[in-house]
């Protein structure tokens, strides 16, 4: 059984940067590498959304159009963490970010809500002047 835990967001302007990072514990005999891991986020009114993601083994990567060429998406094996890197955030930006990983489905990416296993508890991110 995976946690994942966010760090914490912020309030930050328009056009500025924030780095988001996700720590994931309790593997047995497998790591980070051996799941498809990603990032979700809920805007206020909204349905949750699929932002980005990394399959197993670092395959293949997607990011959702709105955010493509601002954030990226990495991990670190080794410290099995996952990072989302955003810059020149937008208003629309603001939301609540989840990370998640998938074991069964770990290859598929896009990500679907469907194939998550775990999330973490989301942490805010607002976007304001």
């Known amino acids: 059984q995976l946690q994942l835990m966010e760090s914490e967001g912020g309030l930050v302007q328009p056009g500025g940067s924030l780095r988001l990072s996700c720590a994931v514990s309790?593997?047995?005999?497998?790591?980070?590498?051996?799941?498809?891991i990603g990032w979700f986020r809920q805007a206020p009114g909204k349905e949750r959304e699929a932002v980005s993601c990394i399959s197993r083994g670092g395959r293949r990567t997607n990011y959702a159009t709105s955010v493509k060429g601002r954030f990226t998406i990495s991990k670190d094996n080794a410290k099995n963490t996952m990072f989302l890197q955003m810059v020149s955030l937008k208003f629309e930006d603001t939301a609540v970010y989840y990370c998640?990983?998938?074991?069964?489905?770990?290859?598929?990416?896009?990500?679907?809500?469907?194939?998550?296993?775990?999330w973490g508890k989301g942490t805010l991110v607002t976007v304001s002047s």
């Open positions: 309790g593997f047995n005999f497998d790591d980070l590498d051996d799941y498809g």
């Open positions: 998640a990983a998938a074991s069964s489905a770990g290859s598929v990416c896009p990500m679907s809500e469907a194939v998550v296993d775990y």
